[in-house]
């Protein structure tokens, strides 16, 4: 559990609420760059840098996917991770994806500080506070999600381009609902 807290004990993760806020406060970004960048973040698990070089060919509409580029590895290794329908209108809306000139250009074409001021923003109409309000704590998030919606733990590593399953198994020795559900049974 300590990967998931501070060293004095808070989260580094959303919770599935705080996800939720986080999605409806993105949507409400007046950037719409901002916005597709910030619910392309939280629904992929990805690290803050990776959607930067997402380009049209990356989003594939039919298998509804989106490809990244796992950041943290020695070698070239892509990830490929479903996304909502909702995701892919909005993308398309904002980025004219269909448009074949643009099909190699960069989605968001900015900075990773950039990028990190568009979650603080978010973050910020969420009312989002603390540790767990960051780039790192939508992806935390996002894999704690994915457990708790039963999605298997292997599944989960390869969304988030874990090189070893262990990596992984972080997130499944969270504190969440079901662990909350089975110390409820004690309560009466």
């Known amino acids: 559990m300590s990967g998931l807290l501070t060293a004095r004990g808070l989260r580094k993760y959303l919770t599935p609420e705080e996800r939720g806020t986080f999605i409806a406060a993105a949507k409400s970004l007046k950037s719409r760059p901002a916005r597709s960048y910030c619910l392309t973040l939280v629904l992929t698990g990805a690290r803050i840098s990776e959607p930067l070089e997402v380009t049209p060919l990356h989003i594939d509409r039919v298998a509804k996917t989106i490809t990244l580029r796992t950041l943290k590895r020695r070698k070239l290794v892509h990830r490929t991770i479903p996304v909502p329908d909702e995701l892919l209108e909005i993308i398309e809306l ?82 969440g609902r079901e662990e909350r559900g089975l110390a409820a049974r004690m309560w009466g």
């Open 94 to 175: 904002i980025h004219d994806t269909g448009n074949r000139k643009n099909a190699d250009v960069p989605l968001w074409p900015v900075d990773r500080a950039t990028a990190h001021r568009w979650v603080k923003e978010a973050m910020g109409v969420a009312g989002l506070t603390g540790p767990h309000a960051s780039a790192k704590g939508l992806r935390h998030g996002f894999a704690i999600a994915a457990l708790e919606k039963n999605v298997p733990l292997n599944i989960v590593s390869r969304w988030l381009g874990h090189s070893n399953l262990q990596t992984t198994t972080i997130y499944a020795n969270f504190t």
